[in-house]
């Protein structure tokens, strides 16, 4: 009887310490944070109560979502190929108006994944030496331009595209 009742209070404890656990912290859960947000930001104030519609939307975001936000989109159920359906967990709260730090924390007691997403850091083209950089992030910061470097063979080829095409892709 009396380790029937220590097993109960160890697992109370341990429940306690992962509920604790499943608040946010500083940059956790960036990419869910920040897509959801920039979502939310996007629909009409007709929309947003309709969780359909939110639905629908959402996988139309995810559509031409890129990267890390595609990675998310993946994990919720928002893209054709997706294993996992929990896109309700968003689109519920999002409808009544829940904190979208709520419901991304929420979704990390879900699959706890979907908060280890993080973006890359982005080079600042106004300070970097592209001479300094690798290839492989030449090629990266064209891709993320959505460009190519068609006939580009050696490193000077990109750097010579990417000041080429600087002025369009870059805020003044």
Not at 11 to 28: I, S
Request: charged share 35%; net charge positive; glycine share 6%.
């Amino acid at each position: 009887m009396q380790s029937v009742q220590v097993f109960t209070v160890a697992l109370a404890a341990l429940c306690f310490v992962l509920v604790a656990d499943a608040k946010l912290k500083e940059g956790e859960c960036e990419v869910c944070i920040k897509f959801t947000q920039k979502f939310f930001d996007g629909l009409t104030s007709d929309e947003r109560g309709d969780v359909p519609l939110i639905e629908k939307r959402f996988r139309e975001a995810c559509a031409v979502a890129k990267k890390r936000d595609n990675r998310f989109c993946y994990y919720v159920g928002g893209t054709e190929d997706a294993a996992t359906g929990i896109l309700g967990e968003i689109s519920k709260p999002l409808s009544f108006g829940k904190p979208v730090e709520k419901i991304c924390e929420a979704l990390k007691k879900k699959d706890s994944q979907i908060c280890d997403l993080r973006y890359e850091k982005q080079i600042d083209l106004k300070t970097v030496d592209l001479k300094k950089l690798r290839v492989r992030d030449l090629k990266k910061i064209l891709s993320d331009w959505d460009e190519d470097c068609r006939g580009c063979a050696e490193k000077s080829d990109f750097i010579a595209r990417i000041e080429q095409l600087k002025p369009k892709h870059t805020e003044l």
